[in-house]
């Protein structure tokens, strides 16, 4: 059973970092692409940033410059280092893996930028 487990969301205030994580149980791992989304409250689910299986990345343009996504295949992990926090960051972040017509989603951890 493919599982998505994320992790080291908190409370941060505004201009800290905070480094998420997200571990799969997903033997086929380095094929996927893989993907972090947030969702606030009220708000849709917006994709953050993308890492395809040859580490090309994609990021909003709302995140760019301060946030990275990166991958370990060794470990079936990909993580969100997310700098230079605000406010308006805070929301559930969620991981995503894709692979063709297959789709997995984590349970989502919350992130709260505040003073």
């Known amino acids: 059973q493919v599982q998505l487990v994320e992790s080291g969301g908190g409370l941060v205030q505004p201009g800290g970092s905070l480094r998420l994580s997200c571990a799969a149980s997903i033997s086929f791992f380095s094929d996927c692409v893989m993907k972090w989304y947030r969702q606030a409250p009220g708000n849709q689910r917006e994709l953050v940033a993308t890492?395809?299986?040859?580490?090309?990345?994609n990021y909003a343009d709302s995140v760019k410059g301060r946030f990275t996504i990166s991958r370990d295949n060794a470990k079936s992990t990909v993580y969100l280092q997310m700098n230079s926090l605000k406010p308006e960051d805070t929301a559930v972040y969620y991981c995503n893996a894709a692979r063709y017509l297959y789709t997995y989603w984590g349970q989502g951890t919350q992130v709260t930028v505040s003073s």
């Open positions: 890492i395809t299986s040859g580490r090309t990345t």
